[in-house]
């Protein structure tokens, strides 16, 4: 590309000095000049040509001399632009002066065309150099931009559940996420199907950052909409399964957790893809509820979903959870595990899906100390009360 100079001198035969010292450059494009005989011409040269790179001023000359120039340059906000003075030969007075007024470099007269050109290569290599960097600062905005959209979007997507279930009085909830990045790739949710039907999801995503959180939006808005059709979970994941399968180019998966439990009877009716299986807290007893052996959504388009069925009692509690609970490291690298959650569970019984959550979120905070986090930690938990 070309480097585009502008020389500001009160001599006339600058111009005809640098044409002909560089006159093998000007031939084949490297640099283009522009001239100016005082800083007002070359402040007009500056706002007809934004394509300057580079500006070489001598310090002394007549209406407006090359220090006023420098510092209404300063003024201009191009960061761009290179000012590189021109001055006698030992002033170091005026080329202190010129530096603290921001110019990038000087040079003595009597010009050495050899150390200008030097010059003139590190300075364009200096510009190059600050444009790669502006470069990748704008795809850095743009990037954060993108995030903070996609933050915005999982927010809407992932309600406050804690308390009461409006419709469902006989259903208590709680939910907890804590993304390990700006985005994460967890989401759960609930949907009403009819007035005594509660389905309820929560799913983890393969992977991190945009391309994660664009197919956490994909799986939810397909789990969300085949479950509002009424369907049984294993149906509800075979056919969730079949549109992410169809649209996966990134080859990425979602484990999914799917159940629908009937507010009357405390039939528990679920189906699972993958994912962590859940835990059912007893009066007496915390155990893992039995697995369904189903693969995670996105991989196979017709890979077959089973569904189990159980009885809850009133009291009982099904704990829903990704793996940043129990692969939660600290900083020796061990695991919060199962075995942990269990016990944490097990001591817990009592308390309500709600403050569950938050005993289980500060127990691993706690477990964690100053350790990393991950994974993004997602809780969410139904409890049914009874009639």
Known sequence: MSFHILSVDDE???QDLLQQKFRRQLKEGTYIFYFAHNGMEALNELEKNPQIDMVLADINMPEMDGLS???????????LLKVVMISAYGDMR????????????FINKPIDFNDLEATINKTREEIYYLQIQQTELDRLSRLESELIASAE????LLPDLNGPCEGYPSLSLGSFIQPARFVGGDFYGIVPIDDHRLGFFIADVSGKGIIASSFMLMSHTAVSIFAREGYAPDK????????????????????TFYGIIDSETGLFSYSNAGHNLPYIVLKNSVEEIPPTHNIAL????????SLLTISMNPGDKI????DGVTEAQNIENELFGEDRLLQLLGNNKDLSPQELNKVIFKALNDFKGKAEQFDDITLLGIQWNGN
């Open 319 to 322: 704990l829903l959870f990704t």
């Open 12 to 14: 006339m035969d600058m």
């Open 153 to 156: 979007i999982q927010k809407m």
């Open 69 to 79: 120039l420098l510092s209404q340059i300063s003024k201009l906000e191009r960061p």
């Open 298 to 305: 996105g991989i196979m388009e017709n890979a077959p979903y």
């Open 94 to 105: 005026n080329i202190r002066d010129a530096m603290n007024r921001g110019a990038y470099d």
């Open 236 to 255: 509800v994941l075979q056919s969730a399964n079949k549109n992410l399968a169809v649209a996966n180019s990134e080859t990425m998966f979602t484990t």
